[in-house]
T-cell receptor, first 113, second 109 residues
Framework: DAGVIQSPRHEVTEMGQEVTLRCKPI?????LFWYRQTMMRGLELLIY????????DSGMPEDRFSAKMPNASFSTLKIQPSEPRDSAVYFC???????????FGSGTRLTVV | SQQGEEDPQALSIQEGENATMNCSYK?????LQWYRQNSGRGLVHLIL?????REKHSGRLRVTLDTSKKSSSLLITASRAADTASYFC?????????FGAGTRLTVKP
């Protein structure tokens, strides 16, 4: 099992550009989560999906952020337009069901200049 | 927003010593989990303890949970230099899972 796969590993973009982060969860895992990690705010839950359906997106900072899960094996987190304060490490995690441990991807380090 | 709060924020010990980290939380939970994060890497799940459990062991790890005090502790026995990492508690409160700020553990060889 290759684990949770995120791409790209690093992304540097200019302010105002669109950024798309990608995640492939572990096959058979029914829940998928997007987290953002910064030194100031720690790990923040942005959104989570259950069986491809968004359940709670209250952590999405603002309308510039959107997430989709078109099928069980793929999810995207899009920021449009990006701003310097969006610079962070974005993690995707999946779990077979609630009440089990999460498997995290290696993260995408986003730098917006 | 964060749910759990770890204490201490940083801990430095010698190899072979035990390390204890604490976590406090605010709301009712379904389970509590501990994760490790090495610098620049993703989080790795260590252990899960359910709300009806009081203690759990996994190798050199021992976790306790006191739901009346809304607190948990993680004990790492006979620490090794490879245990150097940040440790996070995460509370699963039925609708989502939120992480604390973490404890930075340094184990000196």
């Amino acid at each position: 099992d290759a684990g949770v796969i995120q791409s790209p590993r690093h992304e540097v973009t200019e302010m105002g550009q669109e950024v798309t982060l990608r995640c492939k969860p572990i096959s058979g895992h029914n829940s998928l989560f997007w987290y953002r990690q910064t030194m100031m705010r720690g790990l923040e839950l942005l959104i989570y999906f259950n069986n491809n359906v968004p359940i709670d997106d209250s952590g999405m900072p603002e309308d510039r952020f959107s997430a989709k899960m078109p099928n069980a094996s793929f999810s995207t987190l899009k920021i449009q337009p990006s701003e310097p304060r969006d610079s962070a490490v974005y993690f995707c995690a999946s779990t077979i069901s609630r009440g089990h441990g999460y498997t995290f991807g290696s993260g995408t380090r986003l730098t917006v200049v | 927003s964060q749910q759990g709060e770890e204490d201490p924020q940083a801990l430095s010990i010698q190899e072979g010593e035990n390390a204890t980290m604490n976590c406090s939380y605010k709301t009712s939970i379904n389970n509590l989990q501990w994760y490790r994060q090495n610098s620049g890497r993703g989080l790795v799940h260590l252990i899960l303890i359910r709300s009806n459990e009081r203690e759990k062991h996994s190798g050199r790890l021992r976790v306790t949970l006191d739901t009346s005090k809304k607190s948990s502790s993680l004990l790492i026995t006979a620490s090794r230099a490879a245990d150097t990492a940040s440790y996070f508690c995460a509370t699963d409160a039925y609708n989502d899972m939120r992480f604390g700020a973490g404890t930075r553990l340094t184990v000196k060889p």
